[in-house]
């Protein structure tokens, strides 16, 4: 099957290492300011031409409370008027984008994140849709994915109604842990009550996915009371699930550094925390889809890795790869063809560059003939766990084997080590590999040893 996965404590010890989620390869830490809007009207045109399908990203920074865990790029405030003139912006951004397109070009997805984009009042919603359907092809069949992350704290009943009146089909829910105690550690106080009453709300009007996200690895987690949240998320059948380990990593992220390092749970406590939370979510029907995801069998991504067309770009796993991924607002990232592009993270820059009229690009990259290489074989594993070589032989006319010879040593380690099967065809990610398939990804990225690893998260 599959999902199977060979729990093995030797060999993720051996393999835990500091690396990249590989949401794109070149990775965001390629990233470099010489990429601005010159770049991205080029990308634009050349996307308007082929008339390639969008995936749009609408980033609202605006979260009441700050939560200490998070690395999201955030604005925490109490003044709901702040979001006034970040919209007015917003809106413009749209407008120099959407004038670059073909007005035939459909948005297949539409995804809006944060910080918290329910921060926003009905009003505010309502309006910044509108402008998005008058610069964009949206669809009104309700045939696109079209997704918002809530924060069950900031959303009711009249909130989902008006979700779905908008166009929004899939809801993203944070609940990270249900143990108070760990809450208070974090600073996020939120009951299973106000979880469960934002879920019946989203499936009796007809919200066509749901995804909880939970975290292992926060100050005062045991392997107990974690599998207790766990059984109770399983009770509420999310269609998927994402189970992420907390990088604790306060030197770079400032709201972190609130969280007592003590109260943290030793190494071998979060890998009991996963392994327990893949026993009960594998015993509950869920399938491993890879990199702390999984989701029920009939769910579009276990149905796209059955059929091998599963994808992965900066919303994570995906079964809309091959659309031009358009991000707005402060610190979002585009992926147009071979373009990768970054807004300003800082609000006031974004702002202000866009109040002359300027759109806020501050970096990015062009993908190299290597980089398209070897993108395309990281994305194979890491969504399918296996890689015939005929398929990148013939997408990009090379020799395999001599291409990568300079990696093959690193392969025959894994291989020997139970992580893949390597033969002159293919590679085949092991069920006791494919936990660790960033590990095996990593052998491919050209990058990694031109920075500091301590950017990335651990494997596990």
Same mark, same amino acid.
């Given at each position: 099957m599959l999902d199977a996965i060979r729990w093995d404590t030797d060999l993720i010890r051996?393999?835990?290492?500091?690396?990249? &989620?590989?949401?794109?390869?070149?990775?965001?830490?390629?990233?470099?300011?010489?990429?601005?809007?010159?770049?991205?009207?080029?990308?634009?045109?050349?996307? &308007?031409?082929?008339?390639?399908?969008?995936?749009?990203?609408?980033?609202?920074?605006?979260?009441?409370?700050?939560?200490?865990?998070?690395?999201?790029?955030?604005?925490?405030?109490?003044? $709901?008027?702040?979001?006034?003139?970040?919209?007015?912006?917003?809106?413009?951004?749209?407008?120099?984008?959407a004038c670059h397109l073909d007005p035939t070009q459909k948005v297949e997805q539409l995804h809006f994140g944060g910080g918290t984009p329910t921060f926003l009042n009905h009003d505010e919603l309502?309006?910044?849709?509108?402008?998005?359907?008058?610069?964009?092809?949206?669809?009104?069949?309700?045939?696109?994915?079209?997704?918002? !992350?809530?924060?069950? $704290?900031?959303?009711?009943?009249?909130?989902?109604?008006?979700? $779905? !009146?908008?166009?929004?089909?899939r809801v993203s829910i944070g609940l990270q842990d249900l143990d108070p105690a760990v809450q208070r550690a974090v600073n996020r106080l939120q009951s299973l009550e106000e979880t469960r009453a934002v879920i019946e709300a989203a499936r009796t009007l007809q919200f066509r996915s749901i995804n909880i996200d939970l975290i292992y690895g926060l100050p005062k987690q045991t392997p107990e009371h974690f599998?207790?949240?766990?059984?109770?998320?399983?009770?509420?059948?999310?269609?998927?699930?994402?189970?992420?380990?907390?990088a604790h990593l306060p030197e770079r992220f400032m709201p972190q550094r609130r969280i007592n390092s003590h109260e943290l749970p030793t190494p071998t406590q979060k890998l009991e925390m996963l392994q327990r939370t893949i026993e009960q979510l594998t015993a509950a029907g869920y399938r491993y889809i890879g990199m702390d995801h999984f989701a029920l069998p009939d769910d579009e991504l276990a149905i796209a890795q059955e059929e091998l067309t599963l994808q992965r770009n900066f919303q994570g796993y995906t079964t809309h790869g091959h659309c031009d991924l358009i991000g707005l607002g402060v610190s979002a990232i585009s992926q147009i063809g071979d373009l990768y592009c970054q807004n300003s993270s800082d609000l006031n820059q974004y702002q202000n560059a866009l109040a002359t009229g300027q759109l806020a690009t501050s $970096?990015?990259?062009?993908?190299?003939?290597?980089?398209?290489?070897?993108?395309?074989?990281?994305?194979?594993?890491i969504c399918h766990f296996e890689l015939p070589f005929s398929q990148i032989e013939q997408a990009f006319n090379i020799d395999f084997r001599g291409y990568f010879a300079d990696v093959w040593p690193q392969l025959q380690t894994l291989a020997n080590d139970g992580l893949i099967e390597l033969d002159n065809q293919r590679i085949t990610v092991l069920p006791a590999g494919r936990l660790l398939v960033r590990s095996v990804c990593m052998v491919f990225d050209a990058y990694l040893q031109q920075h500091d690893r301590q950017r990335f998260s651990r494997v596990i």
């Open positions: 051996r393999y835990d290492l500091a690396g990249p &989620r590989y949401t794109s390869y070149p990775t965001a830490a390629q990233f470099h300011g010489q990429v601005g809007t010159f770049d991205l009207f080029h990308a634009l045109r050349d996307s &308007r031409k082929a008339l390639r399908p969008i995936s749009l990203y609408v980033h609202i920074p605006f979260c009441a409370n700050i939560c200490y865990y998070c690395a999201c790029n955030k604005v925490i405030t109490k003044d $709901r008027s702040r979001a006034l003139p970040y919209l007015q912006r917003l809106e413009q951004e749209i407008q120099l984008i309502r309006q910044l849709m509108a402008h998005l359907r008058r610069h964009f092809n949206l669809l009104d069949d309700d045939s696109g994915d079209y997704g918002i !992350e809530i924060d069950p $704290r900031e959303a009711d009943w009249s909130t989902m109604g008006l979700l $779905r !009146e908008l166009g929004f089909n599998a207790r949240t766990v059984a109770e998320v399983i009770n509420l059948q999310p269609d998927r699930l994402s189970v992420f380990n907390y $970096r990015g990259l062009l993908c190299t003939a290597d980089d398209r290489v070897r993108r395309a074989v990281i994305q194979q594993l």
